[in-house]
């Protein structure tokens, strides 16, 4: 109880003198988040992220010093989640939870939940910054100046935009190269025999898109399970999916290409399967052209070696 | 065995009627007491660290109206987050105790219990109903009840479940516990497989959600909630007192406690109302958190024996004081991140409900 007490009363302390140092590095900030709130962040020393591409914003701008938790979502950079508090999946967050560790700021992706917790945060006297959830290049450079605003990190935010913007130019020119489109779908997992796909208005559609190829699956909304007969209609010639951790990949692999359905497509028959890591290919952060590029390299192999990414 | 206590109890009444009645009463103060403890628990323990400590504080801040930063964070987490989950709590284990402990009565079966004879599955179904369609097909009614429409949609189910459980187990004349089991496990599957086919309809983040919410959780805790099942709560606390009598003739057998004045239809109708008030509004502000209604009670009869003036008490107390300290251990687990509360009190409960199995040969009858 007594150590208790005194760690309480230290972070009390620690928490004003950064509190009284935060101004310094640009407090005082009213932003207009992704829910059209005005909030006003005063001190941005100690940051909650919340959401794989907000917490990989955050890192890319320098701020990992001041970063003090992040969610079970936030594996990039891997280390994020080894030296911060985790407060749990972001669609499962506790009020008290999120609370507990301090910060002066939260930074939250638009799918941060449940909606009552929520709801609580924004109430407390902690800026909520609400983070949108977009996936396209102006989406990203929109999530980066919100973020860069919110902390103080302007310089350091227009730089990262200036080059999320260049590396999407590259991106553009190398598609333009490309003569015929592959025909692509997105498998996010396979569970009872379906393998759930990436339909319209995903991030997955969108980064397909992006790479130059077709989604396939583009009649379907959202990320659902389709039966073997659907797949097979698709007819996709390369499988897109997501790399889990190494020891399973080649299970994976296995089971995608067991399906009776995918089997049958042109992928399937040339057991062209493309793994890319989740957060890296669907997170739309900072990382996303280099993603796009990667994808591409791999659907238009013929391309990539004409044209090297750097 | 359990299942042929009621009648050996009653047969031996005279001679045992002092002692258990002495048994009953020290059982509902240790439940108090119990009950006092997790309280007091739920509002002290929690990530922040914040103890009750900070509650003087917090009232002469409240009073006065003046407050600094981190008296006010203290008083966020004591009377906002942590002090409306204390309530819900208590709700969702003293209504689920005493929903197992009334259908126990009910159906003359230990086993009965809302949770394992799909009741909540029912409430459950109704309120995923509500939560996917609340925007779209059900828009009018959402905005009609506004915070009521959840409670009230799995409150419906909840009725609607038990009434046809009541409809399949009577057709058979004889309440047997395989007939009530079946039907039960059916119309769970069947509330289940609609869960189901919602889900499929959902998109990959509603799905989500609906998984989670699906799991049991009190960490959404609002004063709102509170305040939506107050009623159901005054609804079960001003019924139960009126049920205890006819639940007692009922240990007796339908027959029996007709002869002694129990209107026994009307009885029904109204163990089925609050069964489903309780279970309902439990499901709608915690999801599904199962083995308090068939746990509780059937540990209140092993001490106190079937007296309901004991049972549905004592059931409510314990029912409470587990689910809070189910909820401590959920919240602290894997702190600052959370564990699903129905996890945690599956854990627990499981295995005490295998115990009983094994050791009592509950269900043998």
């Not at chain 1, 407060?87 to 799918?111: F, H, N, P």
């Not at chain 2, 039907?183 to 509603?206: V, W």
């Amino acid at each position: 109880m007594n150590a208790l007490r005194s760690g309480a009363a230290l972070a009390a302390l620690l928490t004003s003198l950064l509190g009284a140092a935060a101004p310094a590095c640009g407090g005082g900030n009213v932003v207009t988040d992704g829910g059209g709130r005005q909030v006003e962040v005063g001190d941005a020393s100690r940051i909650l992220s919340i959401g794989g591409d907000v917490t990989e914003i955050v890192y890319a701008l320098g701020a990992e010093t001041r970063l003090v938790g992040v969610d079970a979502t936030s594996q990039f950079p891997p280390r994020a989640l080894r030296e911060k508090k985790n407060v749990g999946y972001m669609r499962a967050l506790s009020s008290e939870g999120v609370i507990s560790v301090d910060a002066t700021v939260v930074l939250a992706s638009a799918g941060a939940g449940p909606p009552e917790v929520v709801k609580t945060l924004k109430a407390t006297r902690v800026p909520y910054v609400e983070v949108p959830d977009e996936h396209s290049p102006a989406g990203i450079a929109g999530k980066v100046r919100l973020i860069a605003k919110a902390i103080g990190a302007e310089a350091e935010g227009e730089r990262i935009v200036q080059q999320v913007a260049a590396d999407f130019v590259s991106l553009e020119a190398a598609r333009a190269k490309i003569r015929q489109p592959v025909r692509a779908l997105f498998v996010l997992g396979v569970q009872n025999g379906r393998a759930t796909v990436g339909g319209q208005g995903t991030s997955a559609d969108a980064i397909l898109k992006l790479a130059g190829a077709v989604n396939v699956a583009a009649a379907v909304n959202g990320f659902r399970p389709l039966p073997d007969e659907a797949v097979v209609e698709l007819a996709p010639e390369v499988i897109v999916a997501m790399r889990r951790t190494s020891s399973s990949d080649a299970h994976g692999v296995e089971q995608l290409f067991t399906l009776k359905g995918i089997q049958s497509t042109p992928a399937g028959v040339g057991r062209r399967l493309i793994l890319m890591d989740g957060l890296y290919l669907l997170g739309f952060g900072p990382r996303a052209a280099a993603a796009a590029k990667d994808l591409m390299a791999s659907l238009y192999p013929d391309l990539a070696g004409a044209n090297p990414t750097p | 065995m359990t299942a042929a206590v009621p009648m050996d109890e009653r047969a031996r009444r005279p001679l045992r009627n002092a002692p258990r009645a002495a048994t009953g009463g020290q059982l509902i103060v240790w439940a108090a007491l119990l009950l006092a403890a997790a309280a007091v628990m739920s509002l002290s323990i929690g990530s922040t660290g914040i103890t009750l400590d900070a509650l003087p504080r917090v009232i002469t801040a409240w009073i006065t109206g003046r407050t600094d930063a981190s008296v006010a964070r203290e008083q966020l987490v004591l009377l906002d987050i942590r002090l409306p989950r204390l309530l819900l709590g208590l709700f969702v284990g003293a209504g689920l105790a005493v929903s197992g402990a009334m259908m126990q009565g009910l159906f003359r079966n230990p086993l009965a219990d809302p949770g394992l004879v799909g009741v909540s599955a029912g409430a459950a179904l109704a309120a995923v109903a509500t939560i996917a369609f609340g925007n779209g097909l059900a828009a009018v009614w959402t905005k009609i009840m506004g915070v009521y429409a959840l409670p009230f949609s799995a409150f419906a189910g909840g009725v609607a479940t038990t009434a046809i459980l009541v409809m399949i187990v009577a057709r058979q004349g004889q309440l047997a516990t395989a007939t009530l089991l079946l039907a039960g496990i059916a119309l769970g599957a069947l509330s289940t497989a609609l869960m189901g086919l919602i889900a499929f309809a959902s998109d990959d983040r509603e799905l989500r959600d609906l998984t989670l919410w699906m799991l049991g959780s009190l960490s959404g805790a609002s004063w709102p909630k509170v305040v939506a099942v107050l009623p159901f709560a005054l609804l079960v606390g001003l019924g139960l007192p009126r049920l205890v009598r006819a639940l007692n003739g009922l240990l007796l057998g339908e027959a029996e406690a007709f002869h002694l004045g129990v209107d026994v239809e009307r009885m029904k109708r109204q163990i089925i109302l609050i069964t489903a008030a309780a279970v309902g509004a439990a499901v709608a502000v915690a999801g599904i958190v199962g083995f308090v209604g068939i746990i509780v009670p059937h540990l209140v009869r092993l001490v106190a024996g079937p007296d309901h003036r004991i049972v549905l008490p004592a059931s409510a107390l314990l029912g409470g004081a587990l689910v809070l300290t189910a909820d401590v251990a959920a919240r602290m687990a894997l702190r600052p991140a959370e564990l699903p509360l129905g996890v945690v009190m599956a854990l627990i409960g499981a295995p005490i409900f295998l115990h009983l199995v094994v050791k009592r040969g509950m269900g043998a009858g």
